[in-house]
């Protein structure tokens, strides 16, 4: 059996770093990229996802270098906490996005309002998204094949296979929503692309939930008795 290529999923973890950053407008990433800040929610609701993946990544290679028993015990709990932070961000942004849904909306169905949604939201730069998606997709193609390159055995891994394609569609589900409609009606695709991304990270940050609750009971429960007969002896502890 092929040995892991560590430096192959230290590569794959950099990406996923940068990903979240352009995701976020962080300046050291966009600058370097000569890329301008996301417009829209549509983009940086994509860290919701992407932000999990990252986090996945960082505790494969935390493993490479920290005892595998003590990322075992730390993990239950460093996941509960990321999971609820990825849930409730989530939930606040299907309010926010359906807010500003309903508002675009609104205006354009009213004679004044209209006039106020051209002059606020219709100047969409899809020119400038459209090349940020582009340098993600790119970027979480690479990262995606730096991980079969450290290890075929990554394919077999369904949570992690289902999270990087969960990444890669979303990106292109938004750029897809950005180019769907007119110029001036791209507002309003973005924030149903926001919305679509923030119920993905709902269902997902759910069952991370529940799988960190389970690993985390696990982690405190006391050792349980081994039957030997009519009698339990439980095992000494380490």
């Known amino acids: 059996m092929a040995e892991l290529r560590r430096p192959f999923l230290v590569a794959a973890f950099i990406l996923a770093i940068v990903v979240v950053a352009i995701e976020l407008g962080a300046g ?3 600058a370097f990229l000569k890329l301008g800040s996301p417009p829209g929610i ?3 609701s994509l860290v919701l996802v992407d932000g999990v993946l990252a986090y996945t990544l960082g505790l494969m290679v ?3 270098v920290v005892p595998e028993r003590v990322v075992g015990r730390v993990q239950g709990v460093v996941t509960l906490i990321v999971s609820i932070v990825v849930l409730l961000g989530s939930i606040t942004l299907v309010f926010v996005a359906i807010t500003l849904l309903l508002l675009m909306i609104g205006l354009l169905a009213s004679f004044f309002g209209a ?3 051209f002059a606020v939201f219709a100047d969409f730069p899809r020119d400038a998204a459209a090349l940020i998606l582009g340098t ?3 970027l979480k193609v690479v990262m995606a094949a730096c991980l079969v390159l450290a290890h075929q055995r990554f394919i077999e891994n369904k949570g992690l296979v289902v999270l990087v ?3 890669l569609v979303l990106n292109v589900v938004i750029a897809f929503l950005h180019d769907l ?3 001036f009606l791209t507002s309003i695709t973005d924030a149903v692309a926001a919305i679509i991304v923030a119920i993905v990270a709902i269902v997902w940050s759910v069952l991370l939930l529940i799988g960190a609750v389970i690993a985390v009971l696990r982690a405190i429960r006391p050792p349980q008795p081994i039957g030997q007969g009519d009698e339990a002896v439980v095992s000494p502890g380490t």
């Open 181 to 183: 409609p007119p110029g």
């Open 115 to 117: 006039a106020i949604y």
């Open 136 to 138: 993600l997709l790119t």
């Open 28 to 30: 050291f990433a966009t």
């Open 62 to 64: 935390a493993s490479l």
């Open 42 to 44: 549509g983009i940086p």
């Open 165 to 167: 394609l969960l990444s």
